[in-house]
């Protein structure tokens, strides 16, 4: 096997292995956003069960 081409199949193995990360990362970060959503959907969910508030909310920067 010539120098060349080692480094051709060096060169080879490490951007199929590039790839394969780059597809996990990519699967586990969809995944990780999936469980992020759940989440919000059943936050969103209990804050929208609460009862109203009996007050008007203040303004955080009230009008002089």
Known sequence: MT???AI???TLVGAMLGLLVALWAGIS???GLGGGAL???????GF???PPMDKEP???F???
Not at 39 to 45: D, N, S
């Open 3 to 5: 120098t060349l081409n």
């Open 8 to 10: 051709l199949a060096a």
């Open 29 to 31: 970060m969809l995944a």
């Open 39 to 45: 989440i919000g959907l059943i936050l969103g969910f």
């Open 48 to 50: 929208m069960s609460l």
């Open 58 to 60: 203040q303004d955080l």
């Open 62 to 64: 009230p009008k002089d």
